[in-house]
């Protein structure tokens, strides 16, 4: 699951399937190098294409990740990890889109901050894989299924992979990752846990004929959470549309794309999450920094 696991060796961060409690891939993400907080860096939908020339939307989607990426290897105390969430590549998951975003992200590997992805339904497992080498895990506890744990001092962190087909914008968690997603929450009952996925929950279906645009098992998936008292927030991306809202004790935390956003004047950028014992502080990153939401910080409290 991590791409980069820059201080200790892989085996030290990763359990294989078969030893860990339920056999998942987990790694650990500690304490960031100032104060007592562990500091993360969320971004979601960077779409990068296959070159660094292309746009969409009048953005050049690798200009918007470099951006972010110097912000990040530039922080005074550097995140302890970075999550880009999902959509990672343009539209097709192609080969050259990583290479690309290779590329983009590779500052962060000098600079010691190790990197993890969610897939999105723009995204394809294995060129991902193949070009992100250290991506690729040693055994999936789901299969088909690009799934971890990343646990913090005061949250754990679930990876969740929504990917239904690739270029297909419908979201699928589907019931063995439910079954996993469960017996990990289940195992990890002693601190608050985020969920992290690419596509947002969808409440209704769809009218007769049109497709799901979001998760289409989002019943399933939120009865699972709301049983659990210690699930404290879903975190996802795909609608390019920055927002925060609750749903019963469960925070929903739809991050900005760092490439185009759907709507005018909508915010892009990434969110920097602090974690602490009381909760967590978002603060969003804007890619124009003279957007009126650039700064825009929300508690959230684990209670
Ligand atoms: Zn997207």
Known sequence: MPVYLPTLSR???LVGAGSAVVGLSVARAGFSAEGEACELAWLSDTHIPSAPDITARDVNMTANLRQVVGELCGLKSPPAAVIINGDCAYLKGLPADYANLADCVAPLQAAGIPLHVTMG????????????KAVRPEASPVQSKHVGVIETPYANLFLLDSMYQVDVVTGELGQQQLTWLAKALDARGDKPAVIMGHHNPQFQAPPEG??????QDTAAFLELLASRKHVRAYVFGHTHNWSISRRDTLHLINLPPVAYVFGAGKPNGWVHARLDTTG????????DKQHPQQGERVELSWS
């Open 11 to 13: 085996r030290d961060f």
């Open 121 to 132: 339904n723009h995204d394809d497992r294995q060129p991902l894989f193949e070009a992100l």
């Open 210 to 215: 049109s497709r799901w645009t979001g998760l």
């Open 280 to 287: 967590m502080t978002l603060t969003l990153h804007t890619i």
